[in-house]
């Protein structure tokens, strides 16, 4: 079992920039590959961004890319997303989510542990 909890969201302005926090305890962090989800009201829940459990490889959505920036450190058991010229697009509920399989997992079924969401509000 693994348990994440987020931080880190808020109400911004459109071109701020927000850094969201998930930690997770449990089982040795870095068996994981490590993503951000976001869900927009009305929407289906979407991947942003993956990384790998070496923090080697990352995946943005095309959304997202040269705006968001993930990481992960494996000695404080913590993944970040750094989010750089919001949009008010970019209002959703954040999820991390911790997966131990393999391969490009970019849907929700590929996730095994779920965060219970931060809320981000970018204001126009």
């Known amino acids: 079992q693994v348990q994440l909890v987020e931080s880190g969201g808020g109400l911004v302005q459109a071109g701020g920039s927000l850094r969201l926090s998930c930690a997770a305890s449990?089982?040795?962090?870095?068996?994981?590959?490590m993503a951000w989800f976001r869900q927009a009201p009305g929407k289906e829940r979407e991947i942003v961004a993956t990384i790998t459990r070496d923090g080697g490889r990352t995946y943005y959505t095309n959304a997202v890319k040269s705006r968001f920036s993930i990481s992960r450190d494996n000695a404080k058991n913590t993944v970040h997303l750094q989010m750089n010229s919001l949009k008010p697009e970019d209002t959703a509920v954040y999820y991390c989510?911790?997966?131990?399989?393999?391969?490009?997992?970019?849907?929700?079924?590929?996730?095994?542990?779920w965060g219970q969401g931060t809320q981000v509000t970018v204001s126009s």
């Open positions: 449990g089982r040795t962090f870095s068996y994981y590959d």
């Open positions: 989510a911790a997966r131990s399989g393999y391969g490009l997992g970019l849907g929700q079924s590929a996730y095994n542990y």
